[in-house]
């Protein structure tokens, strides 16, 4: 039996009529590359701030790392990490000081401070940059400097909204390889993207359509269910009957 | 001219579809009045006094009875020595002492002349100025009933003690004052940020790739602001007529014409503004400090200029907001015409086309 | 219609380099695409020829008119929907329309044939304001605001940003009919996945111009063979190929890696076939691929370093 981290149940997010959120039902296991795709308005914003417990569910049930999405938000956030593509770093302190504050709102001593800070350096080869203000930094670069202090604090899931927006090819699958490392060490990854080829990255991807779920399995059995060839082609056919917008 | 007037009609839409920002235009210059009137015409009444009478004679006994007598004041005649008096101020108990030296009406009787102390805690201006006059005009009746009776000229000189504030500025200083901040506020402010905001969106790049001038997109978001400074003027002035019973006593017509000078002199500084900066907030910081705190500390209502060191006077200078009030309390208080304030609104045509002149010239035709 | 020579723009007093001698020319007519990351320079170009910033070095003209020069003559003659542009969010639908036809000398009547067929999407809300619509009615109101005067020449930076993949499909669908009505459209993207819907490309990174011509071509112009592969155990099998010293490149592209080899004599699928075996893979497929505008991208890119 697979250990599931994230559990849902008919969760359920309306402002006023209008239901955002349609009693959705999922479940992600541990260690998995779970892609939350959807058009644009289908409510995967909206679903994601639910579970990083910034939005209080109208009706449902959720846990998220064990813990109750209505009750224990505190706990939630301290086992998350959170990566946006709009938000990440802090333009005008250094990358030293992005991973001292980060690491440090999220407790960690400074002894595994500097461990951590020097390790994260290391791998991004960022030795010669320490110094430099995140803002001078490519966007690629940023990019993986901000997933990478995200699970700063060894968080059992990350959550990515759009993370590679507007990143280069290559830069973008060095991204995906950190994705992978980061997997492997144990935690889940819940990404959303608008590149379909990175769906076909996921192990499990489900499509969100005007507020529910409409398909949720593997890359591969997707594009069986709807005999497609790419992932585009299923987000295609789905999100074509989509009614609402954002 | 079809495209000036749309897009007119455009910023009309961005105003008065912004309720909050509608409210704080409209409602901020109200409730300035409002707050102030009521200051104005509330405290004035029952205000605890203390006599020290260390005469104790006729004549000190018929004043303390004239003022008892009045409504505007509630005596503590409780005896108290000087030191009393001052601690009594510092807890803020009373707004006055009336002081009657011993031999007061000897004094008055063979000297024919006599005095009265009045010390009074200043630090609210308004009130001290009204109750010393209450005060003076009480014994002034006293001394033209004695002279009455009698025809040696006997005179009570009521000797005056300011406290705290001793320039005394006050009462209908605020009018002119508020008028000024006002102006100030929504034109610098609103039109910097509503220049920015464009910016900020995007929208300006798309309206510098036309064939709209650039120079007109900046005129035109300064007519909204200034109609709706010229709306807030007239109904600073109603209100202050109507609630605040202080007459305009010059020129209306001249009145109107300055505040729109003034007007386009923060419409200027809000262009001048907004060529500097990228971000809404900066736009906003930028006005407030800008301008909003000096209008406060150098147009001369709320701290005397004259009090201040040589070189902060020398700064004050440059503020239009102290040349607008001189000219506005010249019109509407003293009454004078153009002749007495040719000066100020040289000084504050100067200022304007100084700013119009940067500005237009900073202004980008392009970006960066 | 747009040509540009050699054109230079630098920022921060020339420490950054935004476009670094940058020429090319745009027909009439053309879907012309510029192709590339953000901070490549896409939109420091689109300026240029916007007539909204200056360049450092070079010179461009727009239907014949020079960027500085003529600078009023072009913007009262392009279309341009910046990259940021999000509309008056407090004015409606049919508002912010006729603000732009006006703004630009015309009327909503004048042109209506033009914008007909996008406009009708959206004019059940025409009294809707533009802060609620969705992103896809947003960027169609966008278009008929950057079309209301019928420009001769059209820039659209990165109209297709953060826009989900069927809104994307539809708003290209609009561009190729614009196209057909004779209107010089230029736009930028980062989706390589829309290159190939451009009459013709140029693929830039850092300001530079890495190649430029027409999909087909650039995809041709491929040198070497390039395969792709998969197996049953994707996220080992990358590790496993690095160790393969024939081993060109490798990455990760939707369900398969691409692959290209340096060495491609009768024996080497073999070898690699044995060597995956070794290693546990099973499921093994393995054949040709022709390459996309993607990974012709990703070989520029490592070949200019």
């Known amino acids: 039996m697979k250990e599931s981290v994230i559990k849902t149940e008919k969760l359920t997010k309306r402002f006023g009529d209008f239901v955002a959120v349609n009693e959705i039902s999922f479940e992600v296991f541990k260690g998995e590359v779970f892609g939350f795709l959807g058009a644009n308005g289908a409510g995967k914003t909206t679903a994601m701030r639910m579970l990083c417990g910034l939005s209080v569910p109208s009706s449902g049930i959720a846990t998220v790392a064990g813990f109750d999405v209505f009750k224990q938000t505190e706990n939630i956030k301290r086992n998350i990490g959170y990566m946006s593509q709009k938000f990440s770093l802090y333009e005008d302190l250094t990358v030293l000081e992005n991973i001292r504050f980060f690491g440090g709102i999220y407790g960690l001593s400074d002894k595994q401070l500097k461990e951590k800070s020097s390790e994260l350096v290391l791998t991004l080869g960022l030795q010669n940059e320490t110094k430099k203000l995140v803002g001078a930094l490519p966007l690629g670069w940023k990019q993986k400097l901000a997933f990478s202090v995200a699970i700063i604090h060894q968080p059992k899931i990350v959550f990515l909204d759009e993370p590679t927006g507007g990143v280069d090819p290559v830069t973008r699958r060095q991204f995906w390889d950190l994705i992978y490392e980061a997997a492997n060490s144990g935690i889940t990854i819940f990404v959303t993207t608008h590149y379909m080829d990175e769906a076909e990255y996921c192990n499990r991807v489900s499509m969100m359509v005007d507020g529910s779920i409409k398909a949720l399995d593997s890359p591969s059995n997707l594009k069986k269910q709807f005999s497609a060839t790419s992932m585009d082609e299923v987000f295609f056919e789905l999100a074509r009957g989509a009614k609402r917008g954002e | ?368 | 219609m747009v040509i540009l020579n050699n054109i230079t723009k630098t920022y921060n007093k020339g420490n950054t380099i935004a476009v670094d001698d940058v020429s090319f020319s745009v027909g009439k007519g053309e879907l012309f695409g510029l192709i590339g990351p953000d901070g490549a320079g896409k939109t420091s170009i689109f300026r240029v020829l916007t007539t909204l910033l200056l360049p450092d070095g070079g010179s461009a003209t727009v239907d014949g008119c020079d960027v500085v020069i003529d600078y009023k003559k072009i913007r009262s003659q392009v279309g341009y929907m910046p990259g940021k542009f999000s509309l008056y969010q407090d004015l409606t639908v049919e508002e912010n329309l006729n603000f732009f036809a006006t703004i630009f000398n015309t009327t909503i009547k004048e042109n209506y044939e033009l914008i007909k067929e996008i406009y009708v999407q959206i004019e059940p809300f025409k009294n809707r304001r533009a802060e609620k619509l969705s992103g896809g009615m947003k960027q169609k109101l966008a278009l008929c605001c950057a079309l209301i005067h019928k420009p001769t020449v059209l820039f659209l930076d990165e109209p297709t940003t953060g826009v989900d993949a069927v809104s994307r499909k539809e708003f290209w669908e609009m561009l190729k009919r614009l196209k057909e009505q004779g209107i010089t459209i230029l736009v930028s993207t980062p989706y390589m996945d829309e290159a190939t819907l451009c009459d013709r490309i140029a693929l830039i990174q850092t300001g530079k111009i890495m190649s430029i011509d027409t999909p087909n071509n650039i995809v041709k112009a491929y040198s070497g063979t390039l395969y792709k592969i998969k197996s049953d155990m994707m996220n080992k099998l990358s590790n496993d190929l690095h160790s393969y010293e024939n081993m060109l490149s490798c990455y990760a592209f939707g369900e398969y890696l691409h692959l290209s080899f340096k060495n491609e004599n009768e024996h080497f699928e073999k070898e690699l076939m044995n060597i995956l075996k070794e290693k546990g893979h099973q499921q093994i497929e393995f054949e040709r691929t022709i390459p996309t505008i993607e990974d012709c991208f990703i070989k520029l890119m490592s070949s200019s370093g």
């Not at chain 2, 009265?116 to 009746?141: R, W």
């Not at chain 2, 305009?248 to 007007?263: D, K, R, W």
């Not at chain 2, 201040?308 to 003293?334: D, E, G, R, T």
Request: glycine fraction near 4%.
């Open chain 2, 1 to 368: 001219m079809k495209q000036f007037l749309v897009f007119i009609k455009k910023e009309f839409y961005h105003v008065f579809r912004d309720r909050k920002t509608l409210l704080m235009l409209f409602g901020l210059p109200i409730a300035q009045i409002v707050l102030f009137g009521f200051a104005l015409t509330n405290e004035i009444k029952n205000n605890r006094i203390v006599i020290v009478d260390y005469a104790k004679d006729l004549a000190s006994q018929q004043i303390i009875n004239k003022i008892e007598a009045s409504k505007y004041f509630d005596i503590d005649k409780s005896l108290m020595s000087h030191n009393e008096i001052e601690a009594a101020f510092k807890e803020g108990k009373i707004k006055m002492a009336v002081v009657f030296p011993a031999g007061f009406n000897n004094e008055l009787l063979h000297l024919n002349k006599s005095q009265i102390q009045l010390i009074v805690d200043a630090s609210d201006p308004n009130t001290g100025t009204t109750l010393t006059t209450y005060i003076s005009s009480i014994v002034m009746t006293y001394q033209t009933e004695l002279m009455k009776n009698n025809s040696i000229p006997y005179r009570i000189v009521p000797e005056l003690r300011m406290l705290y504030n001793p320039e005394l500025k006050g009462a209908p200083n605020f009018v002119p004052g508020v008028m000024a901040l006002v102006m100030m506020l929504i034109c610098v402010m609103m039109t910097s940020v509503s220049i920015v905001k464009e910016k900020e969106k995007g929208t300006m790049e798309v309206l510098l790739v036309s064939p709209f001038r650039p120079i007109l997109v900046i005129i035109s978001k300064a007519v909204p602001y200034l109609l709706i400074s010229l709306v807030n003027v007239s109904i600073i002035l109603l209100l202050s007529v109507y609630l605040l019973d202080l007459p305009i006593n010059g020129s209306v017509l001249l009145l109107f014409a300055e505040s729109t000078l003034l007007i386009i002199t923060a419409l200027s500084l809000g262009l001048l503004i907004s060529t500097a900066t990228e971000s809404q907030q900066a736009a906003m910081l930028l006005s407030m400090m800008g301008m909003m705190l000096p209008t406060v500390f150098f147009s001369g209502f709320m701290f005397p200029i004259e009090n201040m060191p040589f070189p902060l006077q020398m700064i004050s200078n440059l503020v239009p907001a102290k040349w607008y009030y001189i000219i506005v309390k010249s019109i509407m208080i003293k009454g004078l015409g153009f002749s007495a304030i040719w000066k100020e609104t040289l000084i504050l045509v100067g200022m304007t086309v100084f700013l119009l002149t940067i500005s237009f010239r900073k202004f980008k035709i392009r970006l960066a």
